[in-house]
């Protein structure tokens, strides 16, 4: 698992919550100012993410996702998958 598959991914979610993408890159931030998600918007976009990829986000963390570029939340996510696939297999 790799940031690059997980950015493909969140664009491609995005799009399907009809923002627009163009333009965004790794150092467009998620919250204002950058993809301007909404925290509804923010949530349904964890939420699907961690369907896709057996991640989990903390209610308290939803503020601080907001605050993330997409390059930042696209590794976290691949940082998350690899420490997840490597505690599965340590058990």
Do not use: C, H, W
């Not at 918007?41 to 903390?58: C, H, P, Q």
């Amino acid at each position: 698992m790799d940031a690059a598959e997980v950015r493909e991914f969140v664009l491609e979610t995005l799009q399907e919550m009809n923002y627009d993408i163009e333009g965004i890159d790794d150092d467009s931030t998620l919250g204002p100012a950058g993809v301007d998600l909404e925290s509804l918007a923010m949530a349904e976009l964890a939420v699907r993410v961690e369907d896709k990829f057996d991640v989990r986000f903390g209610e308290e963390e939803s503020e601080e996702l907001a605050l993330m570029t997409v390059g930042e939340f696209a590794r976290t996510v691949a940082d998350r998958v690899v420490n997840v696939a490597g505690a599965g297999q340590a058990g």
